[in-house]
T-cell receptor, first 115, second 114 residues
Framework: DTEVTQTPKHLVMGMTNKKSLKCEQH?????MYWYKQKAKKPPELMFV???????INESVPSRFSPECPNSSLLNLHLHALQPEDSALYLC??????????????FGDGTRLSIL | AQTVTQSQPEMSVQEAETVTLSCTYD???????LFWYKQPPSRQMILVIR??????QNATENRFSVNFQKAAKSFSLKISDSQLGDTAMYFC???????????FGKGTRLHILP
């Protein structure tokens, strides 16, 4: 069982819809991440939140809007997406200790299809 | 900039055999981490094994072990007694110490044949 929970598992939406992806972790991790993954490709980093503040935005289009309401939750708001945005969206979290960053723990992902 | 290269896009081995997946990386950093992640068709990315660059001893997790050659910047994964459940995409990954970003290789698709 994954310790990072993502909902929904599948999402089909039109280009004019507004939807949100949700991610939750209760491991006390201080960093949370959004990745986009196309088939047979490695994950591509989109956003990083560290201590609930956006620390990295990898030049993601504004039709993707992240939000971190608290240390356990991470949302990705979607609006006016394009067909090329169809992909698997992965959430991850990690902790940092004296020795540095710990490995990232991933959720199962949300399979997004844009009609 | 760091890069991670996996030269084997796809591999197939018979069940119970041993298989080695190759990974090389390029960095000017001295303190970093290397990972192997597994992504089965169920799609969750699962951490298989982790290696700290300052440790000379190769990491081992049950049937999974690495051959870490720091000078050669090589980090291969050996899977012993392979099982059908090992069928997955395997990603080699690099992370600089203190950084939040992971650099992934392009992946190796591994098929374990019955």
């Amino acid at each position: 069982d994954t310790e990072v929970t993502q909902t929904p598992k599948h999402l089909v939406m039109g280009m004019t819809n507004k939807k949100s992806l949700k991610c939750e972790q209760h491991m006390g991790h201080r960093a949370m991440y959004w990745y986009k993954q196309k088939a047979k490709k490695p994950p591509e980093l989109m956003f990083v939140y560290s201590y609930e503040k956006l620390s990295i935005n990898e030049s993601v289009p504004s039709r993707f809007s992240p939000e971190c309401p608290n240390s356990s939750l991470l949302n990705l708001h979607l609006h006016a997406l394009q067909p090329e945005d169809s992909a698997l969206y992965l959430c991850a979290s990690s902790q940092q200790d004296f020795w540095g960053n710990q490995p990232q723990h991933f959720g199962d992902g949300t399979r997004l299809s844009i009609l | 900039a760091q890069t991670v290269t996996q030269s084997q896009p796809e591999m197939s081995v018979q069940e119970a055999e041993t298989v080695t997946l190759s990974c090389t990386y390029d960095t000017s950093e001295s303190n970093y981490y290397l990972f192997w992640y597994k992504q089965p068709p169920s799609r969750q990315m699962i951490l298989v094994i982790r290696q700290e660059a300052y440790k000379q001893q190769n990491a081992t997790e049950n049937r999974f072990s690495v051959n870490f050659q720091k000078a050669a910047k090589s980090f291969s994964l050996k899977i012993s007694d392979s099982q059908l459940g090992d069928t997955a995409m395997y990603f080699c990954a690099f992370m600089k110490h203190g950084d939040d970003k992971i650099i992934f290789g392009k992946g190796t698709r591994l098929h374990i044949l019955p």
